[in-house]
């Protein structure tokens, strides 16, 4: 029996460690590597992140691939979650008090022997003074939620508000038994909570964060400290062996483009005095000083941890290294070392101009500015002070002001004196576009929303003001939106066995507020309305890239506030592929089936969408996958690379989630102008993913193997609803822009372009090898 047949069993996948013992490698490399505090502090976390992934996961506390995967945590419970779903151990509504918890602490009674801290803080917000601080920020809004259980309390308080005990008791009930490590009570803040209908990518706090993490540029500082230190010593040993020179200084001839005339040897033409020619009274003693400014400065930049000799040039070498022989006998200067002194000032005066001339002072001025000029990172500094009167967790409403010159009061403020009277750089106004807030299309247009994954960050901000709209009470309809977002912000688990992720309504806190949440008309015309503007929105921004999974979760969350029954499904890990789907990856094929029968898309695939139509349990639709992706049908365990084809068979044969928003939202006709640009733009994107990098080796090129599928299968959907002078026309440009790619790219496109082109003028693949795909495997079984 072979090692695959012995693991065709039906026991319960479970987790392999390596993965994470990759990760810790990984952390270990970083930590070795890291040359400043900033990267050696995060490379510590990540270290003790992914020790604590392994250590739980030998020690048996955690479980990796279940929803509950640390014992003792129920699956409500937001833990930290590292790279690739694996739980630390670590909850992040527990752990060390923070300041606002050391604060209350210090000010309530002493706590009984054996109660823990943050049990004492929780029982303190049941007592009469904690649940009426509770209730009057509940009322005003004064709090802010940023994981899900600092809700929880809140909501307890509500329900004793207004008659419902028996609701408050299950509920306390139900968290009690982690009071003595969680923390149920929410951040206190003096601003209220504001609902907007504009968002932002970021928020101040996280600009913030970043603008304080800039580090010195130390090439910057280098160059400053050459153009401060060395520059002025250049300057004197130039004009040292200057003096020694009959005649005008030497220089290089320049031809009319401003470029050296060479001799026959290709030696460049020098003209001018000769070097060395006569040596001034005092001569020897001005090099002897030069020389031991030189050690000074040397010893000097060693200490700043600059060890290079010669900062400046290797002229500037040269001439010191003559400088010393000088210093002890003139007489020991050689004709041969009169020739390399003579060239090398000549490269300085052609350049630079003489020391003294205008061509020199103007050059030396301007240098002097560039080094008086502040670093950026002491900018970035005053700008992030600017920020802290804005609330850090919001988003900015302009930036107005914000790039004005630097006073004098705040460069004091922020430590950085050199920056009084300099404006913010371009670069650093850049980063803050992403806390500004404005609608979602006005953040596309703007391109602050980058991607898919950045779209997909900002749209809780809507959700979660669309899913309170249910709640009449605007205290209870706050905290609902506010606990939406934290949740939404959660990191989502690596399951295995079809298990799946927590939802919002498994919070014992959400689901004690069911009751009171109605389905109006109106939160399901504004989920409706926001469905379609996100879908269309990613679509129209990024035609190339299929719905990411965080951005899936967002738009089931507004089918089911919209009482759509439309079925997204998710992108699957080919690692932990069980060789099993849901129902719903059933459903969206037989609306691809039904929408795209007959058109381009089905013949360059060769899809059966004819046998889709007629199944009747997602199991059939597994089996087709794996006939489609040229496997064998009886082999349970596969490996990722198998799994990845079977995969990506699915997604062909469901659009992954093209069809189910084109047929529920009818963005067909929404988008109908737009299509045939789209698949340009698609089109263009697998061309630009043929184009050789450096990079493009072990899992670069796969993953842009995938990216560049997922473009060509975008681009094919949008192309099956145009017309045919559009498909037309599409193909005519299409073929000029596979004639426009750099040689070695159009070589390996053309192939494919062939295949395709065919497909566009209605004719069918001759062989498979036409066909591009994302996975290729090596162990398929004959067709």
Request: charged share 25%.
């Amino acid at each position: 029996m072979s090692d695959r047949d012995a693991r065709n069993t039906d026991h319960p996948l479970t987790a392999n460690p390596g993965y994470a013992l990759a990760q810790l490698e990984a952390a270990l490399l970083a930590q070795a590597r890291a040359k400043d505090p900033a990267a050696t502090a995060n490379a510590e976390r990540r270290l003790s992140r992914w020790r604590s992934v392994l250590e739980g996961m030998s020690g048996g506390s955690i479980t990796v691939g279940s929803r509950e995967p640390v014992a003792g945590a129920p699956a409500w419970a937001t833990l930290e979650v590292a790279h690739g779903g694996f739980a630390t151990g670590a909850l992040l509504a527990g752990g060390p008090l923070l300041p606002h918890e050391e604060q209350l602490l210090s000010a309530l009674p002493a706590r009984a022997n054996g109660v823990s801290a943050r049990a004492h803080l929780n029982v303190h917000f049941l007592g009469a003074e904690g649940r009426a601080d509770l209730a009057e920020r509940l009322e005003k809004g004064t709090f802010r939620v940023n994981v899900p259980e600092e809700g929880a309390l809140l909501v307890v308080v509500w329900l004793m508000q207004h008659g419902h005990a028996e609701r408050a008791e299950e509920l306390l009930e139900a968290i009690a038994p982690f009071m003595d490590r969680l923390r149920f009570y929410p951040v206190p803040d003096p601003r209220p909570l504001t609902t907007t209908s504009v968002v932002s990518v970021a928020s101040v706090g996280d600009v913030r964060s970043t603008l304080a993490t800039k580090k010195p540029q130390e090439q910057v500082r280098r160059m400053n400290r050459a153009l401060r230190d060395w520059l002025p010593l250049y300057d004197r040993v130039v004009a040292l062996f200057l003096d020694t020179v009959q005649g005008p200084p030497p220089t290089f001839v320049r031809d009319a483009n401003g470029n050296n005339v060479l001799r026959p040897d290709r030696q460049p033409v020098l003209q001018g005095g000769r070097a060395c020619a006569r040596f001034p009274e005092g001569f020897s003693e001005r090099a002897c000083a030069i020389c031991a400014t030189y050690t000074e400065l040397r010893a000097a930049h060693a200490s700043a941890g600059d060890h290079r000799v010669s900062p400046i040039s290797p002229n500037m070498a040269l001439l010191l290294g003559y400088a010393s022989t000088v210093a002890r006998n003139p007489a020991e200067i050689t004709a041969r070392d009169a020739g390399r002194i003579r060239r090398a000032l000549a490269g300085f005066v052609t350049k630079n101009g003489a020391p003294g001339s205008a061509k020199h002072t103007a050059l030396r001025a301007q240098q002097a500015a560039w080094a008086s000029a502040p670093l950026h990172h002491e900018l970035a500094r005053v700008l992030g002070d600017r920020l802290g009167s804005h609330e850090a967790a919001k988003g900015l409403p302009s930036l107005d002001g914000l790039d004005a010159s630097v006073g004098m009061d705040e460069a004091a403020r922020a430590g950085a004196p050199t920056t009084v009277g300099h404006v913010i750089p371009a670069h650093l106004m850049e980063k803050l576009t992403r806390c500004v807030e404005a609608t979602v299309d006005e953040l596309v247009r703007r391109r602050i929303v980058t991607s898919g994954e950045v779209l997909a960050r900002i749209v809780p901000q809507m959700t979660s003001q669309i899913r309170a709209l249910g709640i009449r009470d605007p205290s209870l309809r706050r905290t609902y939106a506010a606990i939406y977002s934290a949740f939404r912000r959660r990191r989502s688990l690596l399951l295995l066995n079809l298990e799946s992720q927590v939802k919002l309504d498994e919070l014992p806190w959400v689901r004690a507020l069911a009751a009171f949440r109605d389905d109006t008309a109106q939160e399901k015309d504004a989920a409706r309305l926001a469905l379609e503007q996100v879908a269309s929105l990613h679509l129209t921004a990024f035609p190339e890239t299929i719905l990411p999974n965080k951005l899936v979760t967002e738009l089931v969350a507004l089918a089911k506030g919209a009482e759509l029954k439309t079925p997204l499904t998710y992108e699957l890990a080919a690692d932990i592929f069980m060789g099993k789907l849901t129902p719903k990856f059933l459903d969206a094929a037989k609306i691809a089936a039904e929408l795209l029968a007959g058109s381009i898309y089905e013949r360059y695939y060769a899809l059966p969408f004819d046998r889709v139509r007629s199944m009747q349990t997602s199991d059939e639709l597994v089996e087709l996958c794996v006939e489609l992706a040229r496997l064998p049908p009886s082999v349970r365990w596969r490996m990722p690379a198998d799994n990845g084809a079977i995969i990506e068979q699915q997604q062909l044969l469901t659009t992954h989630n093209l069809a189910a928003l084109f047929a529920g939202l009818d963005l067909r006709t929404a988008l109908h102008g737009d299509l045939r640009h789209l698949g340009e733009r698609a089109f263009r994107s697998v061309c630009k993913s043929f184009e050789p990098r450096k990079e493009d080796r072990g899992v670069v090129a796969l993953r842009k193997r995938k990216d560049a599928a997922y473009a060509l299968r975008q681009m094919l959907f949008f192309l099956s609803f145009v017309s045919e002078d559009e498909l037309f026309a599409f193909s005519v440009w299409a073929e000029e822009t596979v004639a426009a790619q750099p040689p070695e790219a159009a070589e390996k496109l053309l192939p494919y372009w062939r295949g395709l082109s065919r497909v566009l003028a209605g004719v069918s693949l001759e062989r498979d090898e036409e066909r591009f795909l994302g996975w290729v495997t090596s162990n398929r079984a004959s067709a």
